[in-house]
């Protein structure tokens, strides 16, 4: 059964007072923009900004509309069996999802520049000189490396959530437009957000890092898995395999973070649910509504009847499936051992 009971907010002596969330969200893209004049190459700045603003428009709105498309082509359940979305709440979450665009690329576009301009930086396509020679020790360090920093965005994203909510809700207020989110609503963030969460990004300007040098194709293999994740936490589709198999790892679901946006007060992680356990503020109405449905028996159960189950072939699928078997007998019948003449 679905509730739409809001908890209380966390009590906070302090509150961001909307006209100052005004106020910052209009200023700071101009600032973060005019800033770019003061790096070294303003030329090659911009450029990179222009650059990643494009990938990530593609990526993140493309992928947003794909997965909603194959959502409803396969027909998932929903969070919501009657989700609120209009058209224009559509073009709200693609607004808003440029916005956040344009803040990581102007976070993003630093870096590039100094790429461009032959700087070290702690981003390296060098294996060896992230991780030493090749072999056993140099994979454990990178599964170490990959552990930790996954670690601390777990950390970083939930303690700025918890905070946006407690004492800046101004600020992170757009997110929560939309209480039936569609996949294009999973980077809809307002600009002042989208520099807490990425601004990190400045630090691979720092060549040398307690941790390590940053080997490219894992870190932002990693970057990219997760924002898969973000997609699918917005979706609003219950996956079967997904919605059993990622809790087993402590890993967030789409029925886990709808939650968050019909009750805006609980689960605040964005990666996985530690810290929301911890800290007292897990809802168990995922457990309730759910954990009977996508266990591994259940699972085990539709996927064996999907198996068996006729009506979800289609014609084509069907006589595929006639021809092969009458190819196979016809083929038992030639290597059947031939009764041996008396
Ligand atoms: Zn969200
Ligand atoms: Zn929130």
Same mark, same amino acid.
């Given at each position: +059964? ?6 209380a907010?966390?009590?906070a ?16 893209p ?6 770019g ?8 700045? @911009? ?5 990643v ?6 990526? +993140?709105?493309?992928?947003?509309? =794909?997965v ?9 359940? &929903? ?8 058209v224009?709440?559509?073009?709200? *979450? ?12 102007? !976070? ?20 060896i ?12 360090? +990178? ?14 994203? @939930?303690? /700025? ?11 992170? /207020? *757009? ?10 609503a ?7 957000e989208s ?16 941790f390590?040098?940053?080997? !490219?194709? =894992? ?9 898969? =994740? ?46 929301? @356990? ?11 509504? @759910?954990?009977t ?5 259940? =699972? ?9 189950s ?9 006589? &595929?499936?006639?021809?092969t /078997? ?17």
């Amino acid at each position: +059964m679905q509730t739409n009971a809001v908890c209380a907010p966390p009590k906070a002596c302090f509150r961001l007072h909307p006209r100052f969330g005004k106020l910052i969200e209009t200023y700071l893209p101009i600032l973060c923009i005019l800033a770019g004049l003061w790096n070294k190459t303003p030329g090659l700045y @911009y450029r990179g900004v222009m650059t990643v603003f494009c990938y990530n428009v593609t990526f +993140m709105v493309g992928g947003g509309v =794909l997965v909603h498309y194959f959502g409803k082509k396969y027909k998932f359940d &929903l969070c919501q069996p009657n989700r609120r979305q209009t058209v224009d709440l559509c073009f709200h *979450e693609i607004y808003g999802t440029m916005r956040n665009c344009l803040g990581i690329s102007l !976070i993003a576009g630093w870096t590039w520049a100094a790429i461009g301009r032959g700087e070290d930086t702690m981003l390296s396509w060098n294996f060896i000189e992230c991780y030493g020679p090749f072999g056993l020790k140099a994979i454990l360090f +990178m599964i170490m490396q990959s552990g930790i920093v996954w670690l601390f965005a777990d950390a970083w994203t @939930y303690f /700025k959530h918890y905070c946006l909510h407690k004492y800046f809700f101004v600020l992170h /207020k *757009e997110h929560h437009a939309f209480h039936d989110p569609t996949p294009l609503a999973g980077f809809s963030l307002g600009f002042a957000e989208s520099i807490w969460t990425f601004g990190l990004g400045l630090q691979y300007l720092i060549p040398i890092s307690p941790f390590g040098k940053l080997w !490219i194709p =894992l870190h932002f293999g990693q970057i990219f898995g997760f924002m898969i =994740l973000n997609l699918y936490l917005h979706s609003g589709f219950l996956i079967p395999i997904v919605e059993t198999i990622l809790p087993c790892f402590l890993i967030n679901t789409s029925s886990f973070h709808n939650i968050h946006h019909e009750k805006t007060h609980v689960n605040y992680a964005e990666v996985s649910p530690f810290w929301d @356990y911890m800290l007292g503020t897990y809802d168990k109405e995922r457990y309730n509504r @759910y954990q009977t449905k996508y266990s591994f028996i259940n =699972l085990y159960k539709s996927l064996s009847s999907n198996n068996n189950s006729k009506k979800t072939l289609s014609p084509k699928g069907s006589k &595929l499936i006639v021809s092969t /078997k009458k190819i196979i007998s016809s083929m038992m019948k030639d290597t059947k051992p031939k009764a041996s003449s008396p």
